[in-house]
């Protein structure tokens, strides 16, 4: 018989784990049952396949191309937040006015409708009539196609990627510096250090922590970034921007072919999941100490 | 010395600061412009004010219903996912002697996972239990998408409030409910407000989700504009003008609820 406490707490647990039970668990676990099955809308008599879808993605030149565009995204947006990130936050615990206003400012990109903002880069980036050719013609550079080839399209939605999550990165570390004693900085102002020194021997090493935190959570989020593919370019010219997170949504929710494109998720999981497992064992870590 | 450092980092900030604000100043722009100058080469660098496209989209029957369904399903998936979250909160916050490391954990990881690999068994389900358009359907997949941050962060709130509290309320012979009710909610009133608040905006601006989930019934705001771009239905000034009415929401978090934007966004690893 339990006591009083721990039926309160058994009950007062009960809506978010049923919550999570129907809504990701039972989802996940009949994710995994139908990558084993050739289900698809065009196909009445699902039968079990087992690992034949598994195999068939290693056969895709698909499978590999949308892998390398993934990377592509991913390691170059991801370090160009990070670089940014940084730089900028730094410059902003030098100065250390009244953060309030200009963190509101600053945070824009990463807080507004993600449809809203890529709806503009699109028509800001269009071939013909966009102000960004204009600007550069005025330069005396020719017309520039931003989403119509694979380089130069994967190049707009790095750039607008990084425009989107830039601020995450400056926001978690002027947050992380804004809690270092102003007396150490002063102190070692005092002996001669200048920026670069302050930077190198006081500001990073206090950062490192929080820089794995935002390279992971970004890794994470870039490697399954679906809107900025999905609204620039849709995945083309081709299949030339298609990500891998975007291949799978084609797949399973535009071609209907659920068993297929359920082995590919599991796959994606499996990949996140290596990559998040550091990350939480970071994190209970600090949890135990606190 | 000191003088010419400065001038750098200004100027470094500056240039960020233009570099995120002009894309969101140009498309205010264009929502504010005639029909005839969105477009031109070279362009009107200046809008000449006019209203017309936000008159014309807050008439529209097609935007006022998907404004109208955004609301309900963010109001409903903030409701739901602060319901769930603040009991849970509650019960691993306060009630527990020690904490439940895993279970806090199992919470979080529904945030960190591909949103793909559960959307192509909710699609199917969906489809099988004849929810698939529904606002409901849309409620449950967004509050899912929300509480993992919700709960993560209402488990901090609890817990910072001093447990001997809870001792008071039992000398008082109050049970674990009222205590909930009558005093532990009252007390975190603030931090929920801030956090149903960021689940609003997120749900609100949320793309993903909703367009595989909803087609015509249950539309949002969001799925529309994107369905529209390209297409005739709109001019470029409308679309634009609905983009600036979609941002409001952002406006408001991102200056009244800082705080708690910054601590959700970062799955409270700063403070903010």
Avoid at chain 1, 121 to 138: H, K, P, Q
Avoid at chain 1, 202 to 231: E, G, H, N, W
Wanted: hydrophobic share 55%; with cysteine.
């Amino acid at each position: 018989m339990l006591n009083r406490r721990a039926r309160a707490k058994i009950l007062f647990l009960t809506p978010i784990t049923a919550l999570l039970l129907i809504m990701t668990i039972f989802p996940f676990v009949y994710l995994i049952l139908i990558s084993f099955t050739d289900r698809a809308a065009t196909n009445p008599n699902t039968k079990i396949v087992w690992f034949e879808n598994y195999a068939e993605i290693f056969q895709d030149h698909q499978f590999y191309q949308s892998v390398s565009i993934t990377l592509i995204i991913t390691i170059f947006s991801v370090f160009l937040e990070i670089f940014l990130g940084l730089i900028l936050a730094l410059s902003f615990t030098n100065l250390y006015r009244n953060l309030w206003f200009l963190r509101a400012i600053v945070m824009i990109p990463m807080a507004a409708a993600p449809v809203a903002t890529l709806f503009n880069w699109r028509y800001m980036l269009n071939t013909s009539t966009g102000v960004i050719n204009y600007i550069i013609s005025i330069f005396g550079f020719s017309e520039v196609g931003w989403l119509d080839s694979k380089t130069v399209a994967l190049t707009s939605i790095i750039l607008v990627e990084t425009w989107m999550w830039t601020p995450f990165v400056f926001i978690l570390l002027t947050a992380a510096l804004s809690s270092i004693d102003k007396n150490i900085v002063e102190a070692a102002q005092v002996d001669g250090a200048n920026r670069f020194v302050l930077a190198k021997h006081i500001y990073i090493p206090i950062l490192k922590p929080f820089l794995i935190i935002a390279l992971v959570l970004r890794i994470l989020d870039a490697a399954k970034s679906f809107d900025a593919i999905q609204i620039l370019t849709s995945g083309g010219p081709g299949y030339d921007t298609a990500s891998y997170n975007f291949l799978i949504y084609l797949n399973g929710i535009q071609y209907l072919n659920f068993g297929s494109a359920a082995a590919q998720a599991v796959i994606l999981i499996i990949v996140l999941m290596i990559i998040s497992r550091r990350f939480f064992n970071r994190l209970v870590r600090e949890a135990v100490e606190n | 010395m000191r003088k010419s450092q400065n001038k750098l980092d200004i100027g470094i900030i500056s240039v960020f600061l233009t570099w995120s604000l002009i894309p969101i100043l140009w498309l205010l722009g264009t929502s504010l412009k005639s029909e005839l100058y969105v477009d031109t080469i070279p362009p009107h660098w200046i809008p000449n004010f006019d209203l017309t496209a936000y008159k014309k989209i807050l008439e529209n029957d097609a935007i006022q219903k998907t404004l109208t369904n955004s609301l309900i399903i963010a109001i409903g998936s903030t409701l739901l996912a602060i319901f769930c979250g603040s009991l849970a909160g509650f019960a691993l916050g306060q009630l527990v002697t020690k904490r439940h490391i895993e279970f806090e954990f199992w919470i979080l990881s529904s945030r960190l996972a591909p949103p793909i690999a559960i959307i192509l068994p909710l699609f199917i389900g969906f489809q099988y239990f004849h929810l698939q358009d529904t606002l409901l359907a849309l409620i449950l997949a967004h509050a899912v998408m929300l509480i993992g941050l919700v709960t993560w962060i209402l488990i901090e709130t609890f817990r910072a409030i001093p447990k001997e509290i809870q001792d008071a309320c039992e000398v008082d012979g109050c049970n674990e409910w009222q205590m909930f009710i009558k005093i532990m909610f009252p007390l975190a009133r603030s931090s929920i407000i801030g956090i149903a608040s960021l689940s609003f905006l997120l749900s609100w601006n949320e793309f993903f989700l909703s367009l595989v989930l909803s087609s015509s019934n249950s539309l949002t705001v969001q799925v529309l504009l994107y369905q529209s771009i390209g297409y005739q239905t709109f001019s470029l000034s409308q679309l634009a003008a609905t983009s600036v009415i979609v941002l409001l929401p952002t406006l408001i978090v991102v200056s009244v609820f800082q705080k708690q934007l910054i601590q959700g966004l970062t799955f409270g690893s700063v403070k903010g």
